[in-house]
């Protein structure tokens, strides 16, 4: 079965830091773009970072840019999220996604998501 | 990276068409052809309907169809079912090699 299952959210105080991650099964991972998407509850998506097959490529919302940082590790089938310098509205539940061409949003597989919360 | 704007509701009744408007800029939805559109109900994951402008993944119903013309994509669903009751989200790449949604239309079905 194609699937994807996120880990690593909880709560965290503002300014610390979080490791997202998420395991691919089911198909052969390294053919395929991937993203981080968030959503809070009862709002919107928000696209946050995508990364091409290979890692070389990466893009991250302007909301992100210089304290996230996305990853992946071909040989495990794992995505990464590497949260910094946290912030109240980084509160969301973060779903990795599979892109099918790259870093395009046609995003075919989704996660059931991870809940990232951050306060004091 | 500005949200794409999209109507915040739109409604049909069973067996009508419908079309939800997703609008950007010539950085995005108009200077490429990289539109998708997603639908999520309620406390579910998305799931993707359209993508590269006008393409069906397989499994989806040819009720849904995409276009674009601008700076504006549109996705039109025909002969409204009641299952088609969802939030509906078009998602664009932008020039500065980024992704960025709009705010997602609630699609209800009278």
């Known amino acids: 079965e194609v699937q994807l299952v996120e880990s690593g959210g909880g709560v965290e105080r503002p300014g610390g830091s979080l490791r997202l991650s998420c395991a691919a099964s089911?198909?052969?991972?390294?053919?395929?773009?991937m993203s981080w998407v968030r959503q809070v509850p009862g709002k919107g998506l928000e696209w946050v970072s995508g990364?091409?097959?290979?890692?070389?490529?990466?893009g991250y919302a302007d909301s992100v840019k210089g304290r996230f940082t996305i990853s992946r590790d071909n040989a495990k089938n794992s995505l990464y999220l590497q949260m910094n310098s946290l912030r109240g509205e980084d509160t969301a539940l973060y779903h990795c996604?599979?892109?099918?061409?790259?870093?395009?949003?046609?995003?075919?597989?989704w996660g059931q998501g991870t809940m990232v919360t951050v306060s004091s | 990276q500005s949200a794409l704007t999209q109507p915040a509701s739109v409604s049909g009744s069973p067996g009508q068409s419908i079309t939800i408007s997703c609008t950007g800029t010539?950085?995005?939805?108009?200077?490429?052809?990289?539109v998708s559109w997603h639908q999520q109900h309620p406390d579910k994951a998305p799931r993707l309907m359209v993508y590269?402008?006008?393409y069906r993944p397989s499994g989806v119903s040819n009720r849904f169809s995409g276009s674009k013309s601008g700076n504006t994509a549109s996705l039109t669903i025909s002969g409204l079912q009641a299952e088609d009751e969802a939030t509906y989200y078009c998602?664009?790449?932008?020039?500065?090699?980024?992704?960025?949604f709009g705010g997602g239309t609630k699609l209800t079905v009278l």
């Open positions: 996604a599979r892109d099918t061409l790259g870093i395009r949003g046609a995003f075919d597989i």
């Open positions: 089911g198909f052969t991972f390294d053919d395929f773009g």
């Open positions: 990364i091409n097959w290979n890692g070389v490529s990466t």
């Open positions: 010539s950085s995005d939805v108009g200077g490429y052809d990289f």
């Open positions: 590269d402008v006008s």
């Open positions: 998602i664009s790449y932008t020039r500065s090699a980024a992704l960025v």
